[in-house]
T-cell receptor, first 114, second 115 residues
Framework: KAGVTQTPRYLIKTRGQQVTLSCSPISGHRSVSWYQQTPGQGLQFLFEYFSETQRNKGNFPGRFSGRQFSNSRSEMNVSTLELGDSALYLC?????????????FGQGTRLTVV | QQQVKQSPQSLIVQKGGIPIINCAYENTAFDYFPWYQQFPGKGPALLIAIRPDVSEKKEGRFTISFNKSAKQFSLHIMDSQPGDSATYFCAASSVSYNQGGKLIFGQGTELSVKP
């Protein structure tokens, strides 16, 4: 069974640009969550999608957005990039996103903003 | 109230030692407490998880102890091995609080097991 796939693995963008990251969940999983990981702030929840609907959102500015497609694949977009957006972006999929469903993480996309 | 506090930040033990990582939470709505292990260049992977109606859970060399009244839980790694060297995260989530799919993570503990 294939794991969670995130593309691309690495990205370098210039401040002010926008970026789109992609996440393909494990087959059959309908919930996809996104997290930002930085050395200073650790792992912080961005948002969660289930059946193409955003169910939960973390405390991030509106520049961070996402969507989920009918095949459960998800994308997140960051507009007007800032230096502080440099981070490892992780997505996790689970069967239904219930609190006790095991969340499987991808390897992440390393975003560097210069 | 949404925070999970984890300590220590880093830990060095000898092979065969028993590292202990502690976490504390405030939100009594949390009802699921997983631990994740992360190796460099990889995403976190679920190690073991516990519900608050259980005081202890063992899976292989990994044990979670849970103290509901103190709102604390900890991870013990028995007979630690160099291959256990990784960053460990505790986390919490809530089913009843309609927060499915949202994990609140501790800050992480970087564990190094010396041969």
């Amino acid at each position: 069974k294939a794991g969670v796939t995130q593309t691309p693995r690495y990205l370098i963008k210039t401040r002010g640009q926008q970026v789109t990251l992609s996440c393909s969940p494990i087959s059959g999983h309908r919930s996809v969550s996104w997290y930002q990981q930085t050395p200073g702030q650790g792992l912080q929840f961005l948002f969660e999608y289930f059946s193409e609907t955003q169910r939960n959102k973390g405390n991030f500015p509106g520049r961070f957005s996402g969507r989920q497609f009918s095949n459960s694949r998800s994308e997140m977009n960051v507009s007007t990039l800032e230096l502080g957006d440099s981070a490892l972006y992780l997505c996790a999929s689970s069967l239904a996103g219930r609190g006790r469903d095991e969340a499987f993480f991808g390897q992440g996309t390393r975003l560097t903003v210069v | 109230q949404q925070q999970v506090k984890q300590s220590p930040q880093s830990l060095i033990v000898q092979k065969g030692g028993i590292p202990i990582i502690n976490c504390a939470y405030e939100n009594t709505a949390f009802d699921y407490f997983p631990w994740y292990q992360q190796f460099p260049g990889k995403g976190p992977a679920l190690l073991i998880a516990i519900r608050p109606d259980v005081s202890e859970k063992k899976e292989g060399r990994f044990t979670i102890s849970f103290n509901k009244s103190a709102k604390q839980f900890s991870l013990h790694i028995m007979d630690s091995q160099p291959g256990d060297s990784a960053t460990y995260f505790c986390a919490a989530s809530s089913v009843s609080y309609n927060q499915g799919g949202k994990l609140i993570f501790g800050q992480g503990t970087e564990l190094s097991v010396k041969p």
